[in-house]
């Protein structure tokens, strides 16, 4: 009896050893097929093929189309307009080369990581470069755009929201309101062609008015939202901002200098060791 039970105990065991051993195995072939140099290759090239593709079709159906059908979507069909009136294509769409590209980056960096500090920023870089591809993600989902159309002389808070993807709001109200004070147009010599223009408006958050003037290439900040100069109707009697609220605009500048500062010291420490070396 006890050398029944025995051998039903080794039995056990060794089901569950092999078990865990197919599962770590599993792990380990995944990690190789996803942290492979030729999948990072298939993804570059994929992706240029699908750029390449996309600027094709913006003749026919428009830019905002192009972003909206083939660089924001996971799965798309192409053409828009059917091969032969009936043959579309099904692709991979610019977020599932993302998502894939981001797979590929952390997969990598955990397959080749090492316990020196050549080692931590060479995490660290392939980090922070899945960091800048999701930031495109996360500011997809998180980025507000509109416009605001202020007539001389009176203040709004209203911003008439640009993004087709919210269908329950068409606009929204800012917690301060603009005002627009003056509007100058400066244009060509001997032409109505505007060369450049601004606006001198007067931001009212309660109590307080401060001043600021929007131009062109020349945006004003304020309470997380930018302002840009975008046109304006009715002679100049009116202008057009648009207004933008980015929460996560901060991130593409921190993933590039954190890869930045990664890449000096892996290549400074490759460095000083073979001079190390040499001696």
Not at 19 to 46: E, G, N
Not at 54 to 80: H, K, M, N, W
């Amino acid at each position: 009896m006890l050398r029944c039970s025995a051998s039903m105990s080794e039995n056990g065991w060794k089901e569950d050893f092999g078990r865990r051993t197919s599962v770590d195995s599993l792990k380990t072939k995944l990690i190789k097929i996803c942290s492979s140099p030729r999948f990072t290759v298939f993804l570059l090239i994929y992706g240029t093929i699908l750029v390449f593709l996309s600027t094709i079709e913006q003749s026919s159906i428009g830019i905002a189309a192009v972003q909206d059908r083939y660089i924001d979507s996971f799965i798309c069909l192409y053409p828009a307009k059917p091969l032969f009136g009936f043959i579309k294509i099904p692709l991979f769409g610019g977020a599932a080369v993302g998502l894939a590209a981001i797979v590929n980056i952390l997969a990598s960096g955990f397959r080749y990581v090492k316990t020196n500090v050549r080692g931590f920023w060479f995490c660290a870089v392939h980090l922070s470069i899945a960091l800048l591809i999701a930031s495109g993600f996360i500011q997809y989902f998180t980025r507000v755009q509109g416009n605001m159309v202020i007539a001389q002389g009176t203040a709004t808070d209203i911003v008439n929201l640009s993004d087709p993807r919210d269908t329950f709001r068409k606009t929204l109200r800012l917690p301060f309101k603009i005002k627009l004070e003056q509007f100058d147009i400066d244009l060509w010599p001997g032409s109505s062609i505007a060369k450049g223009y601004s606006s001198k408006i007067a931001i009212i958050n309660g109590p307080s008015e401060q001043h600021f003037t929007v131009k062109m290439n020349s945006p004003v900040s304020f309470g997380g939202w930018t302002f840009y100069q975008s046109s304006y109707m009715h002679d100049g009697k009116t202008t057009v901002l648009s207004a933008v609220r980015n929460p996560a605009k901060i991130l593409p500048w921190f993933s590039v200098g954190v890869a930045f500062i990664g890449m000096a010291v892996m290549f400074s420490v490759k460095f000083l060791g073979g001079k190390r070396r040499e001696k």
